[in-house]
């Protein structure tokens, strides 16, 4: 089925689209003073929370929100009419990394939180958004880590590999490898987590009793019920998630 429609299914009741909450949210706001006219690039945007709040808070700056995504960028933009409808934001359908700025290292701050895949992981998506990103600006990349050495069982069940993901540590150690540094890092509790994914099986399921005729029903209910079982089974004490906030320095470092 459609991804897009899969993923609009199962964060039809999620805000932000990423297991952290608004509380914490809020705090990575508040520690990225922008001065007036700045730049904002945020890439998968999702639902646009984060940089709706952000012009909320900072009425003179400019944003650009991109994202593959049909229904979020249709969310977005009501968003945006009914709570900041004279900011200056524009946002696009299109692949994150097919996006080109006009002028390399012009945002003041650049973001892709939770969607590193867009550059091929984790480390490419910092060197991609440090070429877009002025001297002197914010870097914010939301990414999963291993809290511990993820079981055989539960790579195969979710798809994945051991070196797809990093700790904590190396995480941040990527970043000061490219010259960035590291000023802080939000990291999601166990509750954050559980009611990221907990509110997926919640919508899966709802939408799929509202929606019996739906084809997708079947391919839907079978997906989000494997991945809860792994997740309850091994995700919950072994896969950790963070919003990094680097700082990049004066010259570029690429």
């Not at 049909?70 to 946002?91: G, M, N, S, T, W």
């Not at 509750?191 to 509110?199: M, P, Q, S």
Request: aromatic share 12%; charged share 25%.
């Amino acid at each position: 089925m459609d991804m897009w429609k899969f993923f609009n299914i199962t964060h039809r009741e999620h805000i932000l689209c990423n297991p952290m909450s608004l509380e914490k949210l809020e705090q990575l706001i508040t520690l990225l003073p922008l001065k007036p006219g700045a730049r904002v690039l945020d890439i998968a945007t999702g639902k646009g929370e984060f940089l709706i709040r952000l012009a909320e808070r900072y009425r003179q700056m400019t944003g650009t929100g991109v994202d593959c995504s049909p229904y979020c960028i249709a969310d977005v933009h009501k968003k945006h009419q009914e709570r900041v409808p004279d900011a200056q934001l524009h946002f696009l359908e299109m692949d994150g990394a097919k996006y080109v700025p006009e002028t390399v290292e012009s945002f003041d701050l650049v973001a892709c939180i939770g969607a590193s895949w867009i550059y091929g992981g984790y480390r490419g998506t910092l060197n991609a958004l440090q070429k877009m990103a002025a001297p002197e600006s914010w870097i914010v990349v939301g990414e999963p880590y291993w809290r511990h050495e993820p079981e055989r069982e539960y790579l195969e069940a979710i798809g994945m590999t051991r070196n797809d993901f990093g700790t904590h540590y190396q995480n941040a150690e990527v970043g000061r490898e490219q010259g960035l540094e590291a000023v802080y890092t939000l990291v999601s509790s166990q509750d954050d987590w559980d009611r990221y994914e907990g509110l997926q099986w919640y919508a899966a399921e709802t939408w799929a009793n509202d929606h019996r005729d739906d084809p997708d029903v079947e391919a839907v209910l079978k997906r989000v019920r494997e991945n809860k079982k792994a997740y309850l089974r091994w995700g919950r004490e072994t896969l950790g998630w963070a919003i990094y906030v680097f700082k990049k320095g004066g010259m570029a470092h690429f």
